[in-house]
Structures are given as C-alpha cells and as structure tokens.
C-alpha cells in the first residue's frame, strides 16, 4: 500500500527558504532524544502516519511535522526551561496556521519511549479520533510517568 503524502496541506505552510541549511544541519547533528524519537516515528511506524524532520514552518523549525494530521511534535530539552515565553509565542503561531502541537519532554523520551510512543498513538490528534471536550490543543510538558 502506498501512502500519498498530503501535499496540498504540506505545501500550503509559509515557508522560509533561508532556513534550509539549518535545518539540514540539524537533521545531521541530532540531539539523542530527537534521533531517537524519529526512529519510533520514520517509516509510517506510528499510526501509519508520514513524518518530516525538522521541518520549516514560516521562520521556524519545528522537530517533527505531520501533514497528514496538521500535528507538529516537539521535544523539549533542559534548553527549553527558560524559553516558555518563546515556546508560548510559538506555539500560539502554529496553531494560527491550523496546527496541534505536541510538546514531550526530552527526559520522557530517552528514558520512557514505550510510555512515549503510546500517548502518541492514542492522542487524539494522531489516532483519527475526535479530541474530547476539555483536551487542549498544546500538551506542553505533560508527565508520561
């Protein structure tokens, strides 16, 4: 089965080519947490779903992006401690272009990826199944534990 990548969706994101180089330095480098996030993740391995790294949205870069369900995932190091007003700024532009961020801990992902890839299947934004009343778009931060 041959999974047709959304094009329309992922074409019509602002897109800041200055970036490029950037963005293919960090797919190179990667960070261990991000690495091993897109091992869980490449190959349609999570819900059958297509994802990019690092991928450029208007001026940023955001670690992974699906089109398909219009989801960005970030992973947060200790780098990001003392970025929440960044992070908020962010995230609020994201999700003006449509877009549900997801926001894990980078502790969570090098020592609980089973708990990890598991809240992602099951999230309501990745699993195709509507969002409960209640549920925000922005999971910033949330204990997998």
């Known amino acids: ?3 047709m990548r959304k094009t329309k969706e992922y074409k019509s994101l602002p897109f ?6 950037r963005a293919k330095a960090l797919r190179k480098a990667g960070f261990l947490h991000e690495t091993l996030l897109w091992l869980a993740l490449k190959g349609n391995k999570l819900n059958g ?3 990019d790294r690092q991928k450029i949205i208007a001026n940023y870069i955001v670690d992974f992006y699906c089109a398909e369900k219009s989801v960005v ?6 780098s990001h401690d003392s970025k929440q007003v960044e ?3 962010r995230d609020r532009y994201l999700q003006s272009l449509g877009l549900t961020v997801i926001r894990l801990r980078a502790r969570d992902v090098l ?3 089973d708990g990890v890839v598991a809240f992602l299947k099951n999230h309501p934004a990745l ?3 509507p969002p409960e009343e209640g549920n925000e778009n922005n999971n910033k931060g949330r204990d997998l534990e």
């Not at 995932?73 to 200790?78: A, L, N, P, Q, S």
């Open 1 to 3: 089965m041959v999974i």
């Open 16 to 21: 800041n080519p200055a970036l490029r180089e």
């Open 49 to 51: 779903l297509d994802f």
């Open 73 to 78: 995932i970030e992973v947060d190091g200790r």
């Open 87 to 89: 992070d908020a700024r």
């Open 111 to 113: 020592q609980n990826m």
């Open 127 to 129: 699993a195709g199944t």
